[in-house]
């Protein structure tokens, strides 16, 4: 049983939004940063952005920022990405993780993260 569990991946035209989800099952990550990343087919798995323990300070690639936003709700023990102004290139799938262990920053390293998700497929069409 995975400790993430991501949703709200899935099909959508050039412009559009989606919504992605992250909830926490069997514990709770209220004290650790979390972290959404992406891994296109044939390329390195990236972080897109990260989002410090109480969700004061956030974090974005380049390549997504000022079109993508994420948050969360320590009280549901959930993380969300809005993605809008979608483009083909943010096609990938993408995780949901947690920081190993507690350092109040933003690490956007993947080396940082020790509890992920199965991730949830995003696919951009033109």
């Known amino acids: 049983q995975e400790q993430l569990v991501e949703s709200g991946g899935g099909l959508v035209q050039a412009g559009g939004s989606l919504r992605l989800s992250c909830a926490a099952s069997g514990r709770t990550f209220s004290l650790y940063a979390m972290g959404w990343f992406r891994q296109a087919s044939g390329k390195e798995r990236e972080c897109v952005a990260a989002?410090?323990?109480?969700?004061?300070?956030?974090k974005y690639a380049d390549s997504v920022k000022g079109r993508f936003t994420i948050s969360r709700d320590n009280a549901k023990n959930t993380v969300t990405l809005q993605m809008n102004s979608l483009k083909p290139e943010d096609t990938a799938v993408y995780y949901c993780a947690a920081e190993a262990q507690f350092s109040g920053g933003l690490p956007i390293d993947i080396r940082y993260y020790g509890y992920w998700g199965q991730g949830t497929q995003v696919t951009v069409s033109s």
């Open positions: 989002i410090t323990w109480r969700g004061a300070n956030t």
